[in-house]
């Protein structure tokens, strides 16, 4: 406990901390009017230290904004409750007048000197409730990046300053790759994004193993999305069980099943015989290579034996002539 009293001193006495995005995370909000609880946010620290809120800014989607000028100080992991006047939400909420927040289409933004640290975009389809608010899965506090999405909100009975409970669902895994929004799946609609995900530059997600940092570029225990037993990162497409490194390619069907970056060319049946004529030059073999247009693979053919006839009668034809 000293440990802690002494962070929370360092914050307190420090006027302002530079938040990087992702240190403080929305996690619930309340737009319902005076005779619901009225309007209210919640934010959680996630830095992991006692953090003071003075000269953060709070901004909502029609631009009104309030930048808190008391000390407010919040210890690692727990939550803060910001609230109109009109709010009866809690007497330990900080009140906030210039704020009116929409329950249709909206936006909740918490900025810092550095930038953003967190923001909450939602519409009519996130079907925020009046008159029990919007929550955050509990597993996203931390991660800016996944609540955003409006599959880790949910509507449910306020819970200001305290965990919210999980969102009905959040123990099913939706997208099929292994983990549920309660086993850390932070996205359940891509079987892409996922505990042990590949999370680097190209991922299409911004954090892709779920672990609150955008893009890390560590790669950690890959999934396998088509349960063939190769890993997304050596697996050339990880959503076709047939396609992985190993595998048997079919020759010239224009697919690379076994992941080596070509399709297999037809199988070597070996050289054609010498179909050479009486006199001919023995060391110039009758066969010729041609291309199998069906991939590119060069395939040993014979030379028509009709065709070496025609073409000693036309040499001894001129033979003749030229005598």
Same mark, same amino acid.
């Given at each position: 406990m000293w440990l802690e009293s002494l962070l929370l001193t360092v914050a307190s006495a420090r006027a302002h901390v530079p938040f990087e995005r992702g240190a403080f995370t929305l996690t619930e909000i309340h737009a319902g009017p005076a005779?619901?609880?009225?309007?209210?946010?919640?934010?959680?620290? =996630?830095?992991?230290?006692?953090?003071?809120?003075?000269?953060?800014?709070?901004?909502?989607? =029609?631009?009104?904004?309030?930048?808190?000028?008391? +000390?407010?100080?919040?210890?690692?992991?727990?939550?803060? /409750?910001?609230?109109?006047?009109?709010?009866?939400?809690?007497?330990?909420?900080?009140?906030?007048?210039?704020?009116?927040?929409?329950?249709?289409?909206?936006?909740? +933004?918490?900025?810092?000197?550095?930038?953003?640290?967190?923001?909450?975009?939602?519409?009519?389809?996130?079907?925020?409730? /009046?008159?029990?608010?919007?929550?955050?899965?509990?597993?996203?506090?931390?991660?800016?990046?996944?609540?955003?999405?409006? +599959?880790?909100?949910?509507a449910a009975e306020p819970t200001p300053g305290a965990a919210n409970a999980w969102c009905p669902g959040s123990d099913t895994d939706d997208d099929g790759d292994g983990s549920s929004e309660q086993e850390g799946d932070c996205d359940d609609t891509d079987r892409a994004?996922?505990?042990?995900?590949?999370?680097?530059?190209?991922?299409?997600?911004?954090?892709?193993?779920?672990?609150?940092?955008?893009?890390?570029?560590?790669?950690n225990v890959e999934v396998d999305a088509d349960g063939d037993g190769a890993n997304s990162v050596a697996d050339c497409d990880d959503a076709d069980p047939d396609r992985f490194p190993g595998a048997a390619d079919l020759p010239c069907d224009g697919i690379d099943q076994d992941c080596d970056g070509a399709d297999r060319c037809a199988p070597d049946t070996g050289a054609p015989a010498d179909t050479d004529e009486p006199g001919e030059d023995p060391s110039h073999p009758d066969t010729r290579a041609e291309e199998d247009p069906r991939c590119g693979c060069a395939v040993p053919r014979a030379v028509d034996p009709g065709l070496g006839v025609a073409l000693l009668v036309v040499v001894a034809s001129r033979r003749r002539r030229s005598r």
């Open positions: 005779a619901e609880g009225g309007q209210w946010f919640e934010v959680r620290n =996630d830095s992991g230290s006692g953090q003071n809120l003075v000269e953060q800014v709070f901004t909502d989607g =029609d631009g009104s904004s309030q930048q808190l000028s008391l +000390t407010l100080i919040v210890r690692a992991g727990e939550y803060a /409750v910001l609230a109109h006047p009109d709010s009866t939400v809690s007497a330990d909420a900080l009140l906030v007048a210039d704020f009116d927040i929409e329950a249709l289409v909206d936006t909740l +933004t918490h900025s810092d000197l550095l930038g953003v640290v967190d923001a909450v975009a939602w519409d009519a389809t996130w079907g925020i409730d /009046v008159t029990r608010g919007h929550a955050m899965n509990p597993f996203a506090a931390g991660n800016e990046w996944a609540n955003d999405l409006s +599959t880790n909100w949910c994004v996922g505990p042990g995900a590949v999370d680097d530059a190209d991922a299409l997600a911004d954090d892709a193993d779920c672990n609150g940092v955008r893009n890390d570029g560590v790669p």
